[in-house]
């Protein structure tokens, strides 16, 4: 049985006993009800992810980011070059990027993964060298992966947070870095979700009109090529998909199966958790949406998902910023659970 495999079968639902607690005493705490709005849906999910009412306050938080590059720029489908995965790579390793300073802002780690970077990156003790591949390959011509090297970067991502998880983190936040990576995203989404590839589509990292019109014809193209099937997840990841998608998606499984949440961040990383989620529909319990953000399939894959973002900010940098700011949302919905008096120990009447 391949680690995948173990993983897979190890998720198991979210308690709903718990989940229902989590909403008793949401009714019994000194305020209107419902009145915490969304906080009160994040800590019931918090309550039904730790199978315990009220849920530990979520405390050693993590970032893993992976970094990967995509054949498909060749298609001219971004305005940057593919050299500035390297360098922003480099630059988030040595602390100097947004995430960087949102995660201090935060109190999180920031763990940098290679999982198919084109180029060799320099030596760094900041930078964990898991490469699967040099890049994938042209998704236009053929399968950006094969199902080998795809299910090679899913474990990627498991045994990244096995690790994190082993080392004390309670709740896993997803990062990337990866020019041209929302092509694939796009493609992905449209798949799992169903909306036409317009519609999901942005223009990622400053693409112009002319350039988001091929990016559009691009993925288009691809679709048509591989015919990739929403029920087909692995099938799917490797035709249209990039490694760090495929290691994101195994992030995300592989908190699934300790039990441990995710915050997912904007597109890339909400078209990851749809491959997790199409591999097994119950790592969807364990998920959390951290931003809405400027791209629109953001949106047509966190209501796939069935999530509601926290914030939108009109973020569209990745990274796992989204992430990283919604992460005190999620902390003040769990200490509402544990820290609010009720009605009963208040001595405050009901409404």
């Not at 042209?138 to 082993?166: K, N, S, Y």
């Not at 940098?317 to 003040?332: H, R």
Request: hydrophobic share 50%; with cysteine; glycine share 12%.
């Amino acid at each position: 049985m391949t680690l995948l495999d173990e993983t897979l079968a190890a998720i198991v639902p979210s308690s709903a006993a718990a989940l229902g607690e989590a909403e008793a005493r949401q009714l019994q705490l000194t305020k209107p009800a419902g009145s915490l709005g969304r906080l009160e849906e994040v800590g019931n999910r918090l309550a039904a992810i730790a199978r315990q009412c009220p849920p530990p306050v979520p405390a050693r938080p993590l970032v893993g980011l992976f970094a990967g590059d995509h054949g498909v720029c060749a298609q001219g489908v971004s305005p940057w070059p593919q050299e500035v995965t390297v360098q922003m790579a480099l630059n988030i390793a040595s602390g100097g990027a947004a995430i960087n300073a949102i995660s201090r802002q935060v109190g999180a780690d920031v763990w940098v993964t290679d999982v198919g970077v084109a180029a060799e990156l320099p030596e760094h003790p900041g930078i964990r060298v898991r490469k699967v591949r040099a890049g994938t390959r042209d998704f236009t011509v053929e399968p950006a992966m094969t199902l080998d090297e795809a299910r090679a970067a899913l474990e990627v991502g498991i045994r990244a947070a096995g690790e994190a998880v082993d080392g004390g983190a309670d709740i896993l936040l997803t990062g990337e870095m990866g020019i041209g990576n929302t092509t694939p995203s796009s493609a992905l989404i449209s798949v799992f979700s169903g909306v036409d590839v317009p519609t999901v589509t942005g223009r990622g990292a400053g693409a112009g009109d002319e350039m988001l019109a091929r990016k559009v014809a691009v993925i288009e193209q691809a679709l048509v090529l591989h015919n990739p099937d929403s029920g087909d997840a692995l099938r799917t990841l490797a035709a249209v998909g990039g490694l760090e998608h495929a290691a994101l998606g195994g992030f995300i499984l592989g908190a699934a199966a300790r039990k441990v949440p995710v915050i997912i961040d904007g597109v890339i990383a909400a078209s990851a958790a749809c491959v997790a989620v199409g591999l097994h529909a119950d790592a969807r319990g364990y998920l959390i949406s951290g931003h809405a953000g400027v791209e629109p399939g953001i949106r047509a894959a966190v209501e796939w998902l069935g999530l509601k973002p926290l914030v939108d900010l009109d973020l569209r940098l990745g990274e796992g910023t989204g992430a990283a700011l919604a992460l005190p949302m999620v902390q003040a919905a769990a200490r509402v659970l544990n820290e609010m008096a009720t009605f009963d120990s208040a001595g405050v009447a009901e409404g």
